[in-house]
């Protein structure tokens, strides 16, 4: 089975902080993404990353940036948090091709 | 207009009572459809994936696509309390993209 792990269930953070969610995948995958997960607004993609050190932006990355450096972890980074970001984050990995994604259990974050 | 349209519901049905989630969709480049089932405070885990028209069964579920009504169903039979979820359908293919656009997802409780 493929095993997708986010680093914490649960994080709360200050307005202003610098937050990092890590992402790990055991199934060598090649692309990796980050999305949030909203009421109402559903799964929207903030980036996604094809291959290590290779990344694009999705719908919304904006306060967003990403770091790959080694194919099994896909950073998100928030780079001044604000409350807006608050929000449940998913990862999800994919081996090449039109394979079905498959998702870590989500980071619930708080920013106060 | 979203791309992806799914009816919220809540859904709530009697145990043992067949479900039937549904998603139309509007681009016509759309290939490759996915059910995801989520648990509150879970991520997402991949229920069913398909690629061509017609149905595709595995135990109680089944999945049916037809491409030229832009339109995807999901079938549970005799559902369970433990069916209770929310349901979120997913596609993707033909516009160079690798990630999937979301349905905002269908909340079902099947009742003892």
């Known amino acids: 089975d493929v095993k997708v792990t986010q680093s914490s269930r649960y994080l709360v953070k200050r307005t202003g902080e610098k937050v990092f969610l890590e992402c790990v995948q055991d199934m060598d995958h090649e692309n990796m993404f980050w999305y949030r997960q909203d009421p109402g607004l559903g799964l929207r993609l903030i980036y996604f990353s094809y291959d290590v050190k290779m990344k694009e932006k999705g719908d919304i990355p904006e306060g967003y940036s990403v770091s790959r450096e080694k194919k099994e972890r896909f950073s998100l980074i928030l780079e001044s948090a604000s409350t807006n970001q608050t929000s449940m984050y998913l990862c999800?990995?994919?081996?090449?091709?039109?394979?079905?994604?498959?998702f870590g259990d989500g980071t619930r974050l708080s920013i106060l | 207009q979203k791309e992806v349209e799914q009816d919220p519901g809540p859904l709530s049905v009697p145990e043992g009572a067949i479900v039937s989630l549904n998603c139309t969709y509007s681009?016509?480049?759309?290939?490759?459809f996915m059910w995801y089932r989520q648990y509150s405070r879970k991520g997402p885990e991949l229920l069913m994936y398909t690629y061509s028209s017609g149905n595709k069964e595995d135990g109680r579920f089944t999945a049916q696509v037809d491409k030229s009504s832009k339109y995807i169903s999901l079938f549970i039979r005799d559902s369970q309390p433990s069916d209770s979820a929310t349901y979120l359908c997913a596609m993707s293919g033909g516009t160079g993209r690798r990630a999937l656009t979301f349905g905002s997802g269908t909340r079902l409780q099947v009742q003892p």
């Open positions: 681009n016509s480049a759309f290939q490759y």
């Open positions: 999800a990995s994919r081996t090449g091709g039109r394979q079905p994604q498959h």
